[in-house]
């Protein structure tokens, strides 16, 4: 398997100019390396947790994708909110958060809590309102989320409730 599969250069990336002799953006011409110390926290915010962007449209000139941490600290929950029209997907990375919302499957809403470890993963549909808690008195929560969206989305809620069909769309 010593054989080349590709020939470096070659139709990788023909799209990337061929927008009537337009070049492409020199940010998406490249990879961008982040450094953990060089996120941004100039991000929307909830209270009780620290978000903050890692890739973004400020960052590195994404288009269609924000990425970044939350920091939850011990004893604390967010405020209730929802993130729009953006899909949100959750890695755990150190710590317990769980993730609250309303079910409403049963006769009567129930609220729902995920109670998740490091290497948990949590989807968050568009407009789904929840909230992360951090239960641990000692131990900060850390996760990495990525959004199908360009920037994070955060709608603070007065209140969780249940999400119907055609709700927030």
């Known amino acids: 398997m010593s054989e080349s599969l590709t020939t470096p250069g070659e139709g990788f990336h023909p799209h990337l100019q061929d927008a009537a002799g337009q070049s492409a953006s020199p940010l998406r011409t490249r990879l961008h390396h982040v450094r953990a110390d060089a996120l941004d926290g100039g991000t929307a915010q909830t209270g009780g947790m620290r978000r903050f962007a890692a890739v973004s449209g400020a960052t590195v000139g994404s288009e269609k994708l924000w990425m970044g941490q939350t920091h939850v600290a011990p004893s604390t929950s967010s405020s209730d909110h929802h993130h729009g029209a953006s899909e949100t997907a959750i890695y755990v ?3 317990h958060p769980e993730f609250v919302f309303l079910d ?11 109670r998740t470890s490091p290497g948990d993963y949590i989807f968050v ?13 000692a131990e900060e929560a850390v996760v990495v989320i990525a959004r199908s ?10 209140q969780l409730y249940v999400l119907r069909p055609g709700d927030g769309a």
Do not use: C, Y
């Open 104 to 114: 409403d499957s049963g006769a009567e809403p129930e609220e729902v809590r995920l």
């Open 93 to 95: 990375v150190s710590g």
């Open 149 to 158: 969206t360009q920037e994070a989305i955060v709608v603070n809620l007065p």
């Open 125 to 137: 549909p568009p407009f789904v309102p929840h909230r992360e808690e951090n239960p641990d008195p």
